[in-house]
């Protein structure tokens, strides 16, 4: 198995990002192997610095960078030889079998639909977050950003994507899913959610348990909660604050340290052809690590091909 890495992605990379590549290779069992993509020289400098061994590694040196004010389509396209667009490549030719950046996140985004592509039945992929729960465990929010607006379908979908995912990477059995509304009764809601509540309720390949109020989103009432990527990218943000505050006002919370992005390390794309995971811009070493991990899990839980048999 061999896990690709952009190393030029992320506003502290490369320093961050092959730092975090040392830190999980640590892990890596025997046939496992941590591709580097990106400027080599500067990863051999880092690695050496750090006292690892570069044989740990395989590399392959890229030229180019995608920054994260580029336009995506644009940067895919013209910048052949970036480390995101030279990922694309090793992934769609499967010399690597999954693939993770904290770069561009419009340009992974739009990368995965160019290169492996949308699995056959699948209308839109969907970002996904992971949001932890008051008692235990977690809770899958889907979509985060990368469909603002929807239609009802997409939603159903969304369900379904979240609860493969939440199934096969987290263990979580049957998994219910809930829909993101202002109200529990389901005369509740916009034109989106009030069309799509049926549509959930009568799919047979998902636990529907009914409507969520944002105020459910921390609670035991659902496993995976859908709604659209406006929606969705919101809520994400305004969880991701809750930490930053903690911090500054220095208080010390077992549950907002729950929100610290460096656990999750990325969001996944779900609903393409291969494990794909895009890191928060600010990511440490410590983020760039679970990043890895993160794609590690998806390629060991065979999630791609659980989705593509759903989706028959």
């Known amino acids: 198995m061999k896990i690709g890495l952009d190393i030029m992605g992320g506003d502290f990379a490369p320093q961050a990002t092959v730092i975090g590549a040392i830190a999980a290779n ?3 069992r025997v046939g496992q192997k941590l591709v580097l993509i990106g400027d080599k020289n500067i990863a051999l400098e880092i690695i050496n610095e750090q006292g690892a061994n570069p044989d740990d590694f395989e590399f392959v040196h890229t030229t180019e960078v995608i920054s994260m004010g580029e336009h995506p389509t ?16 090793l992934l769609k030719s499967g010399e690597i079998a999954a693939f993770s950046s904290a770069g561009n996140s419009g340009a992974m985004l739009v990368g995965a639909m160019f290169s492996v592509k949308a699995i056959p039945g699948v209308l839109r992929p969907a970002i996904t977050c992971v949001i932890p729960k008051l008692k235990d465990g977690i809770g899958i929010l889907i979509d985060v950003g990368a469909n603002a607006d929807c239609k009802p379908e997409f939603l159903v979908q969304f369900g379904i994507l979240g609860s493969l995912f939440a199934q096969y990477v987290y263990d979580v059995k049957n998994p219910r899913v809930a829909l993101m509304n202002i109200g529990e009764e389901e005369e509740k ?14 799919n047979k390949h998902i636990n529907f348990v009914g409507n969520v109020e944002g105020r459910d989103l921390f609670s035991e009432s659902s496993d995976v909660i859908v709604c659209d990527g406006f929606t969705g990218n919101i809520i994400l943000k305004l969880a991701e604050s809750f930490y930053a505050v903690s911090l500054k006002r220095k208080i010390k919370d077992e549950f907002f ?5 460096e656990k999750a390390g990325g969001s996944p794309i779900l609903g393409v052809n291969a494990p794909v995971v895009v890191g928060h811009g600010i990511s440490t070493p410590e983020a760039i690590k679970n990043m890895v991990f993160l794609s590690k899990q998806m390629v060991e839980s065979n999630l791609v091909e659980k989705v593509k048999q759903a989706f028959q």
């Open 257 to 261: 340290d729950k929100f610290n992005y």
């Open 189 to 202: 809601g916009n034109m989106l959610s009030l069309a799509a509540f049926p549509l959930l309720k009568e």
């Open 26 to 28: 640590k892990s890596f």
């Open 74 to 89: 644009k940067a895919i396209t013209q910048k052949q030889d970036s480390s995101i667009a030279v990922g694309f490549k």
